[in-house]
């Protein structure tokens, strides 16, 4: 990990362009705000920050209205694209940018009646680019893999010492037969229908592979201690989200984002070809 | 210790030092209340022991003959949008019509009475669970196909079998929207 890939410009182009990607993507599925037809069922949940989104009236004008709603995705739209040409030159097209994707998010979660965290990672990472200075971008952009980081090993703290469901045998099996049912039943020539049945009948095999999951997620806490393992971090989310994609029934690849923080960074741009100048590269830094 | 990150911060960057330090409050807020406060996320997907609940699913027949079926993992956020809601309004229907979540939200808002403003903001509108199966209509036909005219929501009960696979038991009719 000691040649630099990224730096400020380059992590900018990376972050907003993958954000366009999620756009798009968004809208093949018909969930932009304005696809959402005026949605009229909401959960608040137990989200103080999304009791404060309803609180400040967001929803009135920006969903409940036609207009607003396409209003507002033209400025998640333009606000990106933006990004993506300036490498996040403009502070004040950075904060647009991301406050709309902070917005969005807790729009679909509420609106789809779901908290998903496939988008939080899009809820924050813009707001890196706020900073300009490259020491202090440095820094924030290491708090980002931090949270990063955060993420995964916070799930795998919960399942091995709070929730404790690691120790629990038919977990594997239970998770499997609560996302596919639906699947089975409806999908019995599909060539994955006989992978499920599979791993339903040997709860063994199902949850080594759970174990193997948690484990996974729990291996991020490395890169708490040291960076010199982020090349092979990188790839356990991605690892991580595949094999979610195909037995737990979800999509998380919005989330792969946070793994941008995992490539080897440096403050300064290397395009002089001289050494960067401010602080040292990522691998010499520890937690 | 001046290698510690938040040392670091400390030294550097000390806006960004509060909010860091913000942050980590709001983490351990929500990790003692169970009550999240975004972007501080806490991870507690599929932490919960036990059986699966899942004893029924709803399914959308479009137009009295096809069957919907939005099968694709990458199609999650349409789906979701379909069927997620469509789970909160039966939800709601068997609660005479009302957010199924505020009985325990209110029960949240009395044992800390600083949330009873912001929940003054929350919570359906009178017409908002009337207006659902109309909107669903719409939905569907802007996000499937416009030729929908017609759906027809049930439910499927289902058991699992001694190999633990699914087995559907029987089907009920709940809505008819056209």
Same mark, same amino acid.
């Given at each position: 990990m000691n040649k630099a890939v990224l730096d400020r410009e380059k992590a900018a182009r990376l972050t907003f362009g993958f954000a366009f990607l999620v756009l798009a993507y968004r809208w093949f599925t018909h969930s932009l705000v304005y696809q959402l037809q005026q949605p009229v069922l909401y959960e608040s949940g137990f989200d103080y920050t999304y009791w404060v989104y309803h609180f400040i009236r967001f929803p009135e004008v920006f969903v409940d209205n036609k207009w607003g709603a396409r209003i507002f995705d033209i400025v998640l739209l333009i606000s990106t694209g933006y990004n993506i040409i300036t490498a996040a030159a403009n502070r004040m097209s950075v904060l647009i940018c991301a406050v709309a994707w902070t917005f969005y998010g807790i729009t679909y979660n509420s609106y789809v009646c779901h908290f998903t965290y496939a988008i939080s990672g899009l809820m924050l990472l813009p707001y890196v680019f706020l900073v300009k200075k490259k020491e202090n971008f440095s820094l924030i952009w290491e708090g980002a893999r931090y949270f990063c980081l955060y993420v995964y090993a916070d799930a795998f703290i919960h399942k091995a010492f709070i929730g404790r469901n690691l120790y629990y045998f038919p977990m594997g099996v239970e998770i499997i037969k609560t996302n596919q049912a639906q699947f089975l039943l409806q999908n019995p020539r599909s060539i994955l229908s006989p992978v499920y049945s599979f791993f339903i009948t040997h709860p063994g095999l199902s949850y080594a592979g759970f174990v193997w999951m948690v484990l996974l997620q729990g291996s991020m806490i490395i890169g708490f201690f040291t960076k010199k393992w982020d090349k092979f971090l990188f790839w356990v989310p991605v690892l991580f989200h595949a094999i979610n994609y195909f037995f737990v029934d979800v999509f998380f690849f919005e989330l792969l984002v946070l793994n941008l923080t995992l490539l080897p960074f440096q403050a300064g741009s290397n395009r002089s070809g001289r050494p960067a100048t401010g602080p040292s590269t990522y691998s010499r830094h520890t937690a | 210790m001046r290698k510690l990150y938040l040392v670091r911060c400390f030294y550097n960057n000390k806006i960004f030092f509060a909010l860091l330090i913000i942050f980590i409050a709001a983490v351990c807020y929500g990790h003692k209340t169970n009550l999240p406060i975004t972007p501080a996320f =806490?991870?507690?997907?599929? =932490?919960l022991k036990g059986d699966t609940k899942k004893d029924s699913f709803l399914f959308i027949t479009v137009n009295g003959t096809t069957l919907l079926n939005l099968h694709h993992t990458f199609d999650e956020p349409r789906r979701m949008m379909i069927y997620s809601t469509l789970e909160t309004y039966r939800q709601a229907a068997l609660n005479g019509g009302t957010d199924p979540e505020l009985a325990l939200i209110d029960r949240t808002v009395k044992k800390h009475p600083f949330l009873h403003g912001l929940r003054q903001a929350i919570g359906w509108k009178a017409g908002n669970y009337d207006h659902y199966l109309p909107w669903l209509l719409k939905y569907i036909r802007a996000s499937v196909s416009d030729s929908v005219k017609r759906l027809d929501v049930g439910v499927a009960y289902i058991h699992y079998n001694d190999r633990n696979l699914p087995v559907t038991d029987s089907t009920k009719p709940l809505y008819h929207i056209e």
């Open positions: - | =806490i991870s507690n997907v599929y =932490i």
